[in-house]
């Protein structure tokens, strides 16, 4: 099972992973949970919208753009929460 995704720099420890191929571009749906502590970070990061992404577990690299995005809260800065995040990501011509 694929635990984990690394976005540029940033790996992220998953909870859930799937991946497919759609019209010839792979798409991959993640989820993981992200802690006030790391809400800024994480939010940051997202933002960007587009990302060299790598699988190390399926030894997979693209480069991919947010498709689809989700959380379960909607404020990460009240202390001591942690939200779910739900990320689908496409790949685009590098």
């Known amino acids: 099972m694929v635990d984990r995704i690394i976005l540029d ?3 992220i420890k998953l909870k859930d992973y799937e991946a497919h191929e759609k019209d010839s571009r792979r798409e991959v749906a993640f989820i993981f949970d992200v802690t006030t ?3 800024h970070d994480v939010a940051v990061l997202l933002y960007r919208g587009t990302f060299d992404v790598s699988i190390p577990e399926e030894h997979l690299e693209f480069r991919g753009t947010i498709i689809n995005y989700s959380t379960s809260l909607d404020n990460l800065y009240e ?9 689908t990501l496409q790949e685009i011509e590098a």
């Not at 202390?79 to 990320?87: D, L, W």
């Open 37 to 39: 502590e790391d809400y």
């Open 79 to 87: 202390e001591n929460q942690t939200g779910e995040f739900r990320v």
């Open 9 to 11: 720099d940033t790996e």
